[in-house]
């Protein structure tokens, strides 16, 4: 990571540097300008979500079209009040991870050559049975959102900060090896699809690429079924390798940062390994942003005591 801690404290002016040298399109600018005013006179901007970047993702997920980008952003916002969604990184506690991830590995884990954050699933490793007792699918797509949510908050712009540019997309590693039909019954297709939805449509342009390795005919027969549901330019920045894959990773990820299942070189031993880790720039950010949450909790208990601390004469 370049820089310390200090510039991870002031990730904030960072991040505005970084942004205003991301519109360089005039044209660009004008969009979201104008996309600003009309959200702004529908009453459909909250101060929250009033980023110059953040809009122009919902544009270009429209194609410039307004009118679509603010269908897209209403249906956003409608989704998140009935979701729960702007807090749900401090309202949902998902006490079961540890098992889950026992019976579905993955995780966020480093970062590739452009600095953007990695996330790896073990698809072929997924025992659904197992799954399913220590679970349910509806708690499931809660913890993929308040990843998201925490991807957003702390793993995006600590990327940025050490990349020293702005980073506000993904890459995804999706290792299928072993998987068949017996692994998507119907409710694990169902919840598939959901993710999608959420990841396309209240999530947009936040993949950079993703790799799918170990694909083999079982595989590439049910991408064939689900291909058509994608959106086209989702599909476009998927690649479906064989397993054959690691020079192909080793091109855009330092073996330091791949872990060793995949033909690096980390193991994250003292972590529990790669995937429960969660290793990358944000960690410091997540550690600083929750020592601040606490100080500023014990700060008020503390003002809360003295208020009814009884008064002692001081003669």
Known sequence: MSGGEGSLLDHGNCEDQLHSTMIRSQNDMEFVNDFRQILILENLLPPMHDDNLKLLRFLKARKSDIEKAKLMWTNML??????????????????????????????????????????????????????????????????????????????????????????????????????????????????????????????????????????????????????????????????????NYQGKLLEIIDECELPDFLGGRCTCENDGGCLRSDKGPWRTLKEISMEAECLEKTMATLNVTRQLKPATDSN
């Open 78 to 243: 409608q989704w998140r009040r009935d979701f729960g969604t702007d807090s749900i990184i401090k309202d949902f506690n998902f006490h079961e991870r540890d098992e889950v991830l026992q019976n579905y590995p993955q995780g966020y884990h480093g970062t590739d050559r452009e600095g953007r954050p990695v996330y790896i699933e073990r698809l072929g490793l997924m025992n659904v049975d197992k799954l399913l007792e220590v679970t349910t699918l509806d708690r499931y797509v809660k913890y993929h959102v308040q990843e998201f949510e925490k991807s957003i908050a702390f793993r995006f712009p600590a990327c940025s900060v050490a990349a020293k540019r702005h980073i506000d997309r993904g890459v995804t590693i999706l290792d299928v090896e072993g998987v068949s039909s017996r692994n998507f019954t119907k409710p694990v297709r169902e919840v598939i699809l959901q993710l999608q939805k959420i990841d396309n449509d209240y999530y947009p342009e936040t993949l950079g690429e993703m790799f799918v390795i170990n694909a083999g005919p079982g595989f590439r027969l049910l991408w064939h079924i689900l291909k058509p549901f994608l959106d086209p330019e989702t599909t476009s920045k998927i690649h479906v390798l064989g397993n």
